[in-house]
T-cell receptor, first 114, second 108 residues
């Protein structure tokens, strides 16, 4: 276990649904990340939060809405997704938001959009 | 464009053999990190090598870094079936970016 948990582990949703992914880290870290991992594509950084403030948004469509209420919790709110959004969504944390620090990943949420 | 790119994309070896995979990157880096991912799971950090280091060891892992060639290699010695996974390099320039990974299959 890496100290980063994600729920749910699997999610199937229709294009009109609204759902949320949750990530929690128990490492006392200050930075948290959302990544998207699609088949046969490199890991894509989506968002970075450092001390609860968003410091990076890699041109992610607005149908993905992150929320970071404190340094231990990170959410990804999903609405009106497309089938191409089906992927493994990984949360990670690091001691600080330097973006070059070692990152600790959760097990991921496997999302399927029908 | 992505920073880290792994080569080969896939590798199949017998248990006990060594596995070597390479990573190339494009811009200057602060450090380079190697991660492992079991199927459908998150990435697990294996080893970090700083830009001023040339070689680093951790158990059965050996990592080299050649900043003049912008490349790194990961060697897993005496592989085991449990080493079957995908391995990713993360090039830490102004941020950590990953390649597509090398899928390693270790056959018993």
């Amino acid at each position: 276990e890496t100290g980063v948990t994600q729920t749910p582990r699997h999610l199937v949703m229709g294009m009109t649904n609204k759902k949320s992914l949750k990530c929690e880290q128990h490492l006392g870290h200050n930075a948290m990340y959302w990544y998207k991992q699609s088949a046969k594509k490199p890991l894509e950084l989506m968002f970075v939060y450092n001390f609860k403030e968003q410091t990076e948004n890699n041109s992610v469509p607005s149908r993905f809405s992150p929320e970071c209420p404190n340094s231990s919790h990170l959410f990804l709110h999903l609405h009106t997704l497309q089938p191409e959004d089906s992927a493994l969504y990984l949360c990670a944390s690091s001691q600080d938001g330097s973006l070059t620090d070692t990152q600790y990943f959760g097990p991921g949420t496997r999302l399927t959009v029908l | 464009s992505q920073q880290g790119e792994e080569d080969p994309q896939a590798l199949s070896i017998q248990e006990g053999e060594n596995a070597t995979m390479n990573c190339s990157y494009k811009t200057s880096i602060n450090n380079l990190q190697w991660y492992r991912q079991n199927s459908g799971r998150g990435l697990v950090h294996l080893i970090l090598i700083r830009s001023n280091e040339r070689e680093k060891h951790s158990g059965r892992l050996r990592v080299t870094l050649d900043t003049s060639k912008k490349s790194s290699s990961l060697l897993i010695t005496a592989s085991r079936a449990a080493d079957t996974a995908s391995y990713f390099c993360g090039a830490a320039g102004n941020k950590l970016t990953f390649g597509g990974g090398t899928r390693v299959l270790v056959k018993p």
